[in-house]
């Protein structure tokens, strides 16, 4: 890389500026956000955005999923960039993360990628630096799950199948009623995927959302791998009673499968699956009422692997454990399955780039996985992927706690802009 690129920083006042806007958006009073997919606050951060880009004098796309983008258009676009080899003709350099928030979660998950990508454009565009490719800066659609999970990067990749929104995680209905608020259908969400080899990478900056960086003293950490998360929703059904004059043991009592099955399957991925992790993250109790025994609860279920054998085996070991513990209180057990997002490696060349990038910043990097999941992970058969992470303070995230030094994030926003330049300029 020439010296004039390699001094080159982001405008460290000017993201700040830009990521204090987005967070004031969906504003909790305990410091975080509330932008579910699809919902008023969302939907709000995603015009600002676009209003954003269009103030930057970037050019503003969107999709048949809702994905919001930056584009800066090659002036050059015609050869192939530093490092991947190979002819690109008019390909693009992807940059991104999400917009939309978990239920009050906390203001970086996913913003701070956003802004760190549209700030790189913003950088790169004013310093009239000629890029091989074009730059796109994105916000993909419902990365965190509340309705399908992955949703945008999904279709865009040409992953996305009618079955993946016939019987979403976050229910059908609320699905469709989203798609509706967005001026989006199904019919378009499945056809927003872009041709094979239209990419030529992407990049993502996201904070840790654990403790391994901050514990280690580490600035930045080169993602290895993305783990794949599985979702079903176990029904546990019983017999509404009285809860005053029905006696103790002529109870079908659906909590009690729901409870025991949550507490065993901990002990189960502790003892024979120390690589994995389960969550039981909601229970509907029905009919739901303080005096009525329940006849029936609904678990949200997800467990998430680095390995797709033990998936297959912790799969079957979960199902048996939900199975032995309905027949244990009497109870029926219905299963539907909900998704998955299978594990993903990172690409060695990008992983190399962001080293090289730490280096000459004079940032101390280490390699890590990520147990969250990330929308490289439905991009990673289609192009070059890599992901970077800055320290969580006290790795506190899904949570208004969730924070990360300024510092960090500006040091992560560098070393993203470094790492283009490196892999996408002559
Ligand atoms: C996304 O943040 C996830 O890992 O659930
Ligand atoms: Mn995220
Ligand atoms: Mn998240």
């Avoid at 258009?73 to 960039?81: C, D, E, F, I, L």
């Avoid at 798609?179 to 993502?204: F, H, I, Q, T, V």
Wanted: net charge negative; aromatic share 6%.
């Amino acid at each position: 890389m020439t010296q004039a690129f390699s001094t080159l920083r982001i405008n460290s006042d000017r993201m700040l500026d830009s990521f204090s806007q987005l967070a004031s958006i969906g504003a909790t009073a305990d410091g975080g956000v509330n932008r579910p997919t699809f919902s008023e606050a969302h939907l709000t951060a995603r015009q600002w955005f676009k209003e954003e880009i269009e103030k930057s004098g970037l050019e503003f796309h969107t999709d048949g999923a809702g994905n919001h983008s930056a584009i800066l258009k090659s002036s050059a676009g015609r050869v192939a960039p530093h490092g991947f080899g190979g002819a690109y003709r008019d390909q693009t350099f992807l940059l991104g993360s999400h917009l939309d928030s978990v239920p009050n979660g906390g203001r970086f998950d996913g913003a701070l990628g956003v802004m760190a990508a549209l700030e790189v454009l913003k950088t790169v565009k004013e310093n009239g630096i000629r890029l091989k490719v074009n730059l796109e800066a994105i916000d993909f659609t419902d990365e965190e799950g509340t309705l399908v999970g992955l949703l945008g990067s999904a279709a865009l990749a040409g992953h996305l199948h009618q079955k993946d929104l016939a019987s979403p995680r976050g229910g059908r209905e609320n699905l469709v009623a989203g798609m509706k608020r967005a001026g989006l259908s199904e019919e378009s969400m499945l056809s927003a995927a872009r041709p094979k080899d239209s990419l030529a990478g992407y990049l993502e900056l996201h904070i840790e959302q654990g403790k391994r960086l901050e514990r280690a003293g580490m600035n930045i950490g080169i993602v290895s791998a993305i783990v794949g998360i599985w979702s079903y929703r176990l029904s546990f059904i019983g017999r509404a009673d009285h809860a005053g004059s029905t006696t103790i043991d002529d109870r079908l009592d659906a909590s009690l499968g729901a409870s025991a099955f949550t507490l065993a399957a901990r002990e189960l991925v502790m003892r024979d699956f120390p690589n994995c992790v389960v969550n039981v993250g909601k229970m509907d109790f029905a009919p739901g009422a303080f005096n009525i025994v329940p006849a029936r609860v609904d678990l949200a279920l997800e467990f998430r692997s680095p390995d797709e054998e033990e998936f297959n085996r912790l799969d079957i070991a979960l199902l048996e454990l939900a199975q032995k513990e309905a027949r244990r209180f009497g109870l029926e057990l219905e299963i539907e399955f909900l998704g998955k997002h299978s594990p993903s490696i990172m690409h060695e060349k990008v992983c190399n780039a962001f080293a090289a990038s730490c280096d000459d910043l004079g940032l101390m990097h280490v390699s890590l996985s990520s147990g969250a999941g990330h929308d490289g992970q439905s991009l990673a058969d289609l192009c070059p992927v890599g992901m970077i992470f800055v320290p969580s303070v006290d790795g506190a995230s899904h949570s208004p706690r969730e924070f990360t030094k300024w510092e960090d994030c500006v040091n992560g926003a560098n070393v993203l802009l470094q790492t283009v330049l490196r892999l996408a300029a002559g």
